[in-house]
T-cell receptor, first 114, second 114 residues
């Protein structure tokens, strides 16, 4: 399976600032996804990062808050904008999936907002 | 909408005993069911999966069963070891226009006591 690297692995940020999370994959992939995992909770899909076009956002998530870039088939970034304490979560990059195919996850970025 | 229910939320077993985690899905169109293990500080890792045309699959100490009629699927871990302690997520994958969607259960925190 693909090796997925996320940076940073963790960060502590001030309220009102923004943080960009990077996801690098060791092979070209069509589908890349960004998830949020709040403490002790399940995984919630934020958006699908599409190469060469705008990301597709799930209900409850908007581009102004979570802008995403996908410049090529091995890299994507997620920015968490104008952060508040409610944004404290683990943010996970994922690739793969499809009918009868598993998704694979990076180790996540643990974000705390003070 | 699509939903995956997972039980129990917490499970504590003695080392060497078996552990069973159960999930129920709502959309009968679901046709792929992966299970993930998430250790502390890590992303979810695929441990086993099953397709809708199979009733049971086994990999060493881990097995998964699927009852499509009842829309139930379960994870069975035999001869549990302390390193099995983690959070386990079930998921159901549904094909949809232009791609697919994976719905995750809420997770089960498994404690294996030595």
């Amino acid at each position: 399976s693909a090796v997925i690297s996320q940076k940073p692995s963790r960060d502590i940020c001030q309220r009102g600032t923004s943080l960009t999370i990077q996801c690098q994959v060791d092979s070209q992939v069509t589908m890349m996804f960004w998830y949020r995992q709040q403490p002790g909770q399940s995984l919630t899909l934020i958006a699908t990062a599409n190469q060469g076009s705008e990301a597709t956002y799930e209900s409850g998530f908007v581009i102004d808050k979570f802008p995403i870039s996908r410049p090529n088939l091995t890299f994507s970034t997620l920015t968490v904008s104008n952060m508040s304490p409610e944004d404290s979560s683990i943010y996970l990059c994922s690739v793969g999936g499809g009918v009868h195919q598993p998704q694979h996850f990076g180790d996540g970025t643990r974000l705390s907002i003070l | 909408g699509e939903n995956v229910e997972q039980h129990p939320s917490t499970l504590s077993v003695q080392e060497g005993d078996s552990a069973v985690i159960k999930c129920t899905y709502s959309d009968s169109a679901s046709n792929y069911f992966p299970w993930y293990k998430q250790e502390l500080g890590k992303g979810p890792q695929l441990i086993i999966d099953i397709r809708s045309n199979v009733g049971e699959k086994k990999d060493q100490r881990i097995a998964v069963t699927l009852n499509k009629t009842a829309k139930h699927f379960s994870l069975h871990i035999t001869e549990t070891q302390p390193e099995d302690s983690a959070v386990y997520f079930c998921a159901a994958s549904i094909g949809k226009t232009g791609g697919f969607k994976t719905i995750f259960g809420a997770g089960t925190r498994l404690f294996v006591k030595a």
